[in-house]
């Protein structure tokens, strides 16, 4: 449910179709700082695509 709380956020806040926005999450199964739950990781990536301002 979070995820897509956080799938609507950013749709809305970048006015682009709730299709358009995807939204991932995973463990770091016990590995590292982030798997012993001494600290959280955030990672996120953009595709961006340049679209023609002709209409």
Not at 11 to 18: E, G, H, K, M, N
Not at 22 to 42: H, I, P, Q
Request: proline share 0%; charged share 20%; aromatic share 4%.
């Amino acid at each position: 449910h979070q995820l897509g709380i956080m799938q609507e956020n950013i749709a809305s806040t970048l006015q682009i179709d709730l299709e358009k926005v995807n939204v991932k999450a995973c463990t770091s199964e016990g590995l590292g700082f982030t798997g012993r739950s001494e600290g959280a990781v955030a990672y996120a990536v953009a595709m961006v695509e340049k679209q023609d301002s002709e209409s």
